[in-house]
């Protein structure tokens, strides 16, 4: 059951995971930088890197002694190509809404013209 | 860390319940149906199933004595909202691979269209 889909969506559903990402995509910088925030222990960031490592959803460089942390976007657009096969569920859901208020507005609408009594307007056709 | 987006994520790291959610993309069903095409006890797939449901995933008709199952897409808006925050990374990669590419060719039609070589302007002194 290890597939990429699954790494990915297993490593984007903890908060912390999501936002040393979200740091990430402001640019490239070391684990101590990317510890700082998190009242954490180097080794628990670096579990949580290590599972994002595992996903592909970082790149370390290893260039630099430091090998600095970068994000690594392919493995998000797989995931994006997924849940956008739904996108028509969720886009119903709304459809119907609006489709149920717009009824409601008919239906207040039709209710005020038969208390008062409809009148039809003429135009006079140009030309 | 029992956040919606983490449950939503969380659930979608399966294989199995990403089978569940599209076999529901086709209408609503009962878990006995649902369990069929998977050779798993019902107990695993009842598991599964309250893994999506707990994450607001699906959705247990009370009406019927056999609950059908129905998708509930709401929750995959917002992972595809947040996932969608990072577009801009994946496209940027397919750019700079695009503008990679482009240079090469240019490089080759300057290459050939200089003919013999290039002209050397400075020489490096001696010693």
Redesign the interface.
Known sequence: ?H?Q??????A?????R?AI?ARL?LGETSVTELAMPFEMSMPAVSKHLKVLERAGLIGRGREAQWRPCR?E??P??E??S??????R??E??LDRLDAYLREIQAARTKSKTNGSGKKRSKTKPKG
Chains 1, 2 share one sequence.
């Open positions: 059951m597939d889909l699954s790494f990915t969506f297993a984007l559903a903890d908060p912390t999501r990402l995509a994000l976007a392919g998000l657009k995931a994006a997924w849940i956008e096969e739904y996108r569920f969720w119903e859901r």
